[in-house]
């Protein structure tokens, strides 16, 4: 089964940086689309940033909120998507989670909708 593992969360400064990772494990198929969401509590989870696989076109789009200080990166090879935060601000600090999208294959199988287990960050001056 897939999993996601995601790490780099912390506290730093307003104006500061982080670098998330987020390792897929499993059968992770060749078209697919990570990307990262982030959730306050007693709020809706909130969507960030995705990126698609190279073979799925690399597509890459950002939500206006971190637009211009957020970056994500792949490293397909390894399954493993990153989220480097700059300029961090106070309302920033949520938890962030991992997510992976697969479509199924032609046959039927396989595909989904998978979660890692969120990594907190906090930016407080």
């Known amino acids: 089964q897939v999993q996601l593992a995601e790490s780099g969360g912390g506290s730093v400064q307003p104006g500061g940086s982080l670098r998330l990772a987020c390792a897929a494990s499993?059968?992770?198929?060749?078209?697919?689309?990570m990307g990262w969401y982030r959730q306050v509590l007693g709020k809706q989870r909130e969507w960030l940033a995705f990126?698609?696989?190279?073979?799925?076109?690399?597509?890459?789009n950002y939500a206006d909120s971190v637009k211009g200080r957020f970056t994500i990166s792949r490293d397909d090879v390894g399954n493993t998507v990153y989220l480097q935060m700059n300029d961090l601000k106070p309302e920033d600090t949520a938890v962030y989670f991992c997510?992976?999208?697969?479509?199924?294959?032609?046959?039927?199988?396989?595909?989904?909708?998978?979660w890692g287990q969120g990594t907190q960050v906090t930016v407080s001056s």
């Open positions: 997510n992976l999208k697969m479509s199924r294959r032609s046959d039927g199988t396989g595909g989904g909708d998978f």
């Open positions: 990126a698609g696989s190279y073979v799925s076109g690399g597509r890459i």
């Open positions: 499993g059968n992770i198929f060749r078209v697919n689309v």
